[in-house]
């Protein structure tokens, strides 16, 4: 009889079974089911050892996972598996010695199959013993570990990548600060030396403030994209026509394009879509894809601007002609710290910082960003996707505060809104604000209410509150973007909410709600965002 110190092996069997009878025993059937079990287990062996750490049972698992045979490994030690001149190895006798003594030892090795091949593998020996206490072997549970160890030196390589890419940006903030000091230090030590001319002396003057305006704007530059990657940025949020912000980043940047030739285009098939973000910031995204665009494209190349709509989202792709990009590196383009000239080689221009503060405030304005590249030599184009405040435009928009009561009734009077919150003070108070606007107002108490009445009442505006019980405003709202345009799917939607960090609006925006306002609100700015709403998607959505 042998059983393991843990019975790791699932109690007592014979393993000396009379394999001459024709009626199989109790203990035979185990037996067998137990040899059929560790016969088709894969990934990893269960073998049995010697008291000398010598091979007995060799499973065809052992075989699946190394390539010896039973005849090329029974009878051998297990450390003719072990990596030459490994650490292991040496260590053999000491490991079955630490498995007598507290009953099973672990080991992380590295072994080789029959063809020579190294692989990680885990190792296991346990004690066994015969029904006496007597030791009479080990069992030694061999799992391969590629993957785990893969993904242990691939996060090592990552950490190391990490810790270069950062060595590398501080050098280049170095150079770039070392840059200007290097004037504003030596001009100023021939003007204390006093051996200037008067021309010299004022080209001097003109130099160090020049070159201390670079630091400072370096400077300011390095904390702007501190406070952007930290999300601790606040973005002053209003309805902004797309097209002016991509009209004026094209007039900034049409300069340098001019200088090297090259071709600036704004593709765009009568879409003139209105966002939610911030005017200056949006700039900032546009002009850093378009510099790096024409930065990268040669002389008497283009870049081209395309604006589509894609339900309820506008889609900016920018594609130039230039050199392309590394398909190594295209998955870190908007990584921190990471800079290339599309040909794999690191450059010394600007600070590895424009795209990783793109990809942050388009993610702070509810929207993505992405980038395509066929290769070296072939087009490039980033892609920012943003979600719509209206599904048409055509007109200026108008401040969402600043539209006096009468104006407001004109606009509003008649008007159907859905309004669903599961507080009920909140619910009548929202009720009557409209009401003082002449709206005909449907009220909800659930998600589920608002459902049936967008598509009996058939609002010109949804307006839901986002924490409910059971199902939420973005469970409401995306059953509403599924139903059918002539059953409401197109309704605009406004989420009255109190949750008001930056990352809910933008879950509230990309969920499909076109305005987020938070409480508490003003009643004329409730209704001014209604009356926004409704007055830039009069010929985005058609109502019954």
């Not at 594609?319 to 990584?335: K, T, W, Y």
Request: glycine fraction near 8%.
């Amino acid at each position: 009889m042998v059983t393991t110190c843990e019975d790791r092996l699932g109690g007592t069997m014979d393993l000396s079974s009379n394999q001459g009878s024709s009626i199989m025993q109790p203990e035979t059937r185990s037996e067998s089911s137990y040899r059929q079990l560790v016969e088709g287990i894969r990934g990893y062996a269960i073998l049995l050892l010697d008291l000398k750490g010598c091979i007995e049972i060799w499973p065809s698992a052992a075989t699946r996972l190394t390539g010896y045979s039973p005849d090329e490994m029974l009878g051998q030690p297990i450390s003719m598996l072990y990596e030459p001149g490994s650490q292991v190895e040496s260590q053999h006798a000491t490991a079955l010695e630490a498995a007598a003594k507290r009953g099973k030892c672990d080991l992380d090795i590295t072994c080789t199959k029959k063809g020579g091949e190294v692989f990680w593998a885990d190792l296991e020996i346990a004690s066994l013993y015969n029904e006496h206490g007597v030791l009479t072997g080990f069992s030694a549970v061999m799992r391969d570990i590629n993957e785990r160890e893969y993904a242990h030196q691939q996060r090592a390589r990552e950490l190391a990548e990490s810790d270069r890419t950062k060595g590398e940006f501080l050098g280049t903030i170095a150079h770039e600060l070392r840059t200007p000091l290097n004037s504003i230090l030596g001009w100023a030590q021939l003007l204390r030396r006093g051996k200037l001319d008067e021309a010299s002396w004022t080209r001097a003057t003109e130099i160090i403030e020049a070159s201390a305006k670079a630091q400072a704007r370096l400077i300011e530059a390095l904390l702007d994209t501190s406070r952007i990657i930290a999300g601790k940025t606040q973005l002053e949020l209003r309805p902004i026509r797309l097209l002016d912000v991509i009209n004026a980043a094209l007039e900034t940047i049409r300069p340098a394009a001019d200088e090297k030739s090259v071709n600036l285009e704004l593709l765009n098939d009568a879409v003139d879509p209105t966002v939610s973000g911030d005017s200056s910031r949006l700039q900032q995204v546009i002009w850093s894809i378009l510099s790096n665009a024409v930065k990268f494209t040669p002389a008497g190349g283009s870049v081209k601007v395309r604006l589509e709509s894609r339900n309820f989202q506008i889609e900016i792709a920018i594609q130039d002609s230039g050199c392309g990009i590394n398909a190594e590196f295209l998955p870190h383009i908007f990584d921190a710290f990471r800079q290339t000239d599309g040909n794999g080689a690191k450059i010394r221009q600007g600070l590895g910082l424009g795209l990783a503060t793109v990809r942050r405030l388009v993610e702070l304005h509810g929207g993505t960003v992405r980038a395509e590249s066929g290769g070296l030599g072939a087009v490039t184009t980033v892609f920012v996707m943003l979600p719509v405040l209206t599904q048409a435009g055509g007109e200026a928009c108008r401040e969402l505060t600043t539209v006096p009561s009468s104006v407001l009734f004109k606009s509003l009077k008649d008007l159907r809104v859905v309004v669903v919150d599961d507080d009920r003070s909140a619910r009548e108070l929202t009720s009557t604000i409209l009401a003082r606007y002449g709206v005909q107002v449907s009220i909800a108490s659930s998600a589920r209410e608002a459902l049936l009445a967008v598509q009996q009442f058939r609002p010109h505006v949804l307006l839901s509150d986002i924490e409910m019980p059971e199902e939420d405003g973005y469970t409401l709202i995306s059953q509403v973007r599924a139903l059918t345009p002539d059953l409401g799917g197109n309704t605009p939607a406004v989420a009255l909410t109190a949750h008001s960090r930056p990352e809910e609006r933008r879950r509230t925006l990309r969920a499909g709600f076109q305005i987020h306002l938070t409480k508490p609100i003003e009643s004329d700015e409730l209704a001014s965002a209604i009356a926004h709403l409704v007055d830039q998607s009069e010929t985005g959505y058609n109502h019954v």
